[in-house]
């Protein structure tokens, strides 16, 4: 989670319609598919599946700087991504 300060509030439906349209920017297609939305304390959620955690940073990234935006919960579920296994000596 991050939080953010914010100034001055926009309305929950707001912010959740500025949020979709940064996801619906994203060079990836899997961000263009997530959904989010926003909370009457500014609290942004995202939520679907993404390929890799760099896809899910990526995300978050889009709306983190989004004004009136006081916490982004990345729910994104990361399926299918490469897993990291030790070197082999």
Known sequence: M???P???RSSSHELTQAAKK???NAYHANIRALTCE???L???YL???LSSYYQKQLAQEAVSDLPGVAEIVNQAEVV???VATPALA
Do not use: H, P, S
Request: aromatic letters at 0%; glycine letters at 20%.
């Open 2 to 4: 991050i939080a953010t």
């Open 6 to 8: 914010t100034t001055e």
């Open 22 to 24: 940064r996801l619906k």
């Open 38 to 40: 926003c909370d009457d």
């Open 42 to 44: 500014g609290v942004l």
């Open 47 to 49: 939520r679907g599946r």
């Open 80 to 82: 299918g991504g490469a």
